[in-house]
């Protein structure tokens, strides 16, 4: 399979397997194992085979790989996390949220803009021969995270702890809380051309008052 639609399909995996999470009332350290056993893998795949191919054949690869790197380090932390907490506890959910936001920001970067690259300096061929690479990996990678990558979560973020509470009193009253677009983090491009033009809005304010001086 092509690498970019197999790594899509545990995209999707794991977005279905976090809202059950959202939504459920029960059962929650059964869907927790799932999202790590998926994760896991996944995330040991694309640093085995994915990452040091792309960090030499895209544009800002270097750049991109170690960023990638990092999400993920940060999600192994929160996934040891998980796997001590008490079922069901608001501490879980808050957590849970939090990964659910860090997942939906690495999914962007990587579908938007990583994948694309990929897709176009690597071609159809050497795609598949790298979705079969993955694919394989995945099968041998461990189901869970070292005990050590703890020390890289980030803790619940304020947005995660927001959006438990959120959840949970959806849940009360006997309904669930549309799903949520996570907040895009603006590319670099987009940060670059922010900057840029809030330096020109600058530049102008500062000639007009120079302006009213005179």
């Known amino acids: 399979m092509n ?17 059950r999470y959202r939504t459920a ?16 893998a996944h995330m040991t795949a694309e640093e085995r085979e994915l990452y040091p191919v792309l960090r030499t054949a895209i544009e800002n690869g270097p750049s991109l790989m170690n960023d990638a790197e990092k999400e993920h380090s ?22 849970v949220a939090t990964l659910r936001g860090a997942i939906a920001h690495h999914v962007e970067d990587e579908e938007g ?13 050497a795609l598949h021969e790298l979705g079969a ?3 394989r990996a995945k099968k041998s990678a461990p189901e869970r995270p070292s005990r050590s990558a703890e020390k890289n979560s980030p803790g619940a973020s304020v947005t995660g702890v927001a959006s438990a509470a959120v959840d ?6 006997g309904g669930t809380t549309a799903p949520r677009r996570a907040t895009k983090r603006p590319s670099r491009i987009r940060r670059a051309r922010k900057a840029a033009t809030t330096r020109v809005k600058s530049r102008a ?6 302006a009213k001086a005179r």
Request: no cysteine; hydrophobic share 40%; charged share 40%.
């Open 113 to 125: 803009e990583i994948f694309p690259k990929a897709e176009q300096s690597l071609g159809k061929r």
């Open 74 to 95: 940060e999600a192994r932390g929160l996934l040891v996390e998980l796997g001590a907490l008490e079922d069901g506890s608001f501490e879980m959910d808050a957590k």
């Open 3 to 19: 690498a970019v639609t197999l790594l899509k399909k545990d995209h999707r995996t794991v977005e279905r397997l976090l809202e």
């Open 168 to 173: 949970r009193i959806a849940r009360m009253f």
């Open 205 to 210: 304010a500062k000639r007009r008052v120079r």
């Open 133 to 135: 690479r993955i694919a």
């Open 25 to 40: 009332t029960k059962s929650k350290r059964a869907i927790i194992d799932e999202i790590t056993r998926e994760l896991s």
